[in-house]
């Protein structure tokens, strides 16, 4: 690998962990300190458990293709695995945003409707997001499996 290379994952597995780091200490309050329990607040903590997830993830992916190669390409299993847990992480961190997007939506335009200010609701948003990140990517266990093409100099062989 150059030495560019390495300057750039060092950067990149950096950010991450600061990212990691900043998380936890946005979402420690949030857990233990009760004034906090509010609906807002609860999607904020799912914000930053998946943004954790996430980071935590392409941090563990940087260092084993960077520094590890040969441990992913032995295993065949990483050909599914890896790109739905990619697919899963991603679409976690972009679905929480939007499940709080659709929350501040839902308080705007039906500001007396009890049901958008309690917890349970934001509680139901989050736990629906996530079962929405994880089925989606479900296809990537049916469809990425490898092709072998075997090739012949025999003109009437096709495949």
């Known amino acids: 690998m150059s030495e560019v290379a ?21 979402a420690l309050p949030i857990i233990f300190i009760p004034r906090f ?20 993830h392409w941090t563990i992916y940087y260092i084993l293709y960077s520094f590890y190669p040969t441990v992913m390409n032995k295993c065949t ?16 961190v972009i679905y929480a945003l939007i499940m709080i997007t659709i929350n501040r939506f839902f308080l705007v335009i039906y500001p007396n409707k009890p049901l958008f200010k309690r917890e349970r609701w934001s509680i139901i948003s989050s736990i629906v997001q996530w079962i929405i990140s994880i089925i989606l990517p479900l296809p990537y266990f049916t469809l990425s499996s490898k092709v072998n093409i075997h090739y012949s100099n025999n003109p009437d062989h096709f495949f």
């Open 37 to 56: 329990h509010t609906v807002s607040n609860i999607l904020t903590f799912n914000v930053c458990l998946v943004s954790f997830l996430c980071s935590l």
């Open 77 to 92: 299993l990483s050909c599914t695995v890896v790109p739905y847990f990619q697919t899963m992480v991603n679409c976690l």
């Open 6 to 26: 390495r300057i750039i994952i060092s950067v990149q597995l950096m950010i991450l962990s600061i990212i990691i780091i900043l998380s936890w200490m946005y």
